[in-house]
Structure formats: C-alpha cells, structure tokens
C-alpha cells in the first residue's frame, strides 16, 4: 500500500491550497482518509477525515469552515482543500488511510502518505 500526498507549497495568508492524496494497493471505497499536520517543534494533530461510507466528515475547530475534504473514489484520490489559510497552517501535511471507520487518532491509521509542506507566509 503507497500514499501519495501533493499539492503543498507557499502561499500568502489568506490563500488557498488543494492537497491531494492517491492510494495504490488500496481501495478508499471501504477506506477512511484522515489529514494529519505536524508544525515545527510541535506534535502531530488531526486535521480532518472522511468515512469510506455515507462520506461523513469531521473537522478539527481550527480548521472548520475553511478546509474541506472530499473523495474521488475512481480515481482513488482523496482532496483536502483548504481557503483562507493562516500562518499558523504552516506545517508538513500528511494523509492516512485505514480500513472501515474514520477515525480522529492518528494512531488509529495503518497506512502513511510521505507528507508535503505546506507554508503560509504572513
């Protein structure tokens, strides 16, 4: 099983950007995706994730309203997009799949994307 994450770069406060995470060797049809950020000297936290079901979603406070997170089950690609980012976005973006029901816990996610930065400057 591979995770690709893409779409990271600068951008200036207020920005947006599109992440996307395609999986190989799994099917997100009956997996749950969850984006995770890890900034500079901080711990990894929960960002958002999707349910391989009815696509309920969850979304951390600090990020409701602004990010969105989607599914393209044909092309096996999941999407985090994310408006009006903030400088304190800034961190390494990492998307994680695993089998059945999302979950909020990373430690929950069997299977890791290799993180791409994303950096908002103010």
């Known amino acids: 099983v591979q995770l690709q994450a893409s779409g990271g770069g600068l951008v200036q406060t207020g920005g947006s950007l599109r992440l996307s995470c395609t999986a190989s060797?799994?099917?997100?049809?009956?997996?749950?995706i969850g984006w995770f950020r890890q900034a500079p000297g901080k711990e990894r936290e929960g960002v958002s994730c999707?349910?391989?079901?009815?696509?309920?979603?969850y979304y951390d406070e600090s990020v409701k309203g602004r990010f969105t997170i989607s599914r393209d089950n044909a092309k096996n690609t999941a999407v985090l997009q994310m408006n009006s980012l903030k400088p304190e976005d800034t961190a390494v973006y990492y998307c994680?799949?695993?089998?059945?029901?999302?979950?909020?816990?990373?430690?929950?996610?069997?299977?890791w994307g290799q993180g791409t930065l994303v950096t908002v400057s103010s």
């Open positions: 994680a799949a695993r089998r059945f029901s999302m979950s909020k816990a990373d430690y929950d996610y069997d299977y």
């Open positions: 999707i349910s391989p079901r009815d696509g309920s979603t």
């Open positions: 060797g799994f099917t997100l049809d009956y997996g749950a």
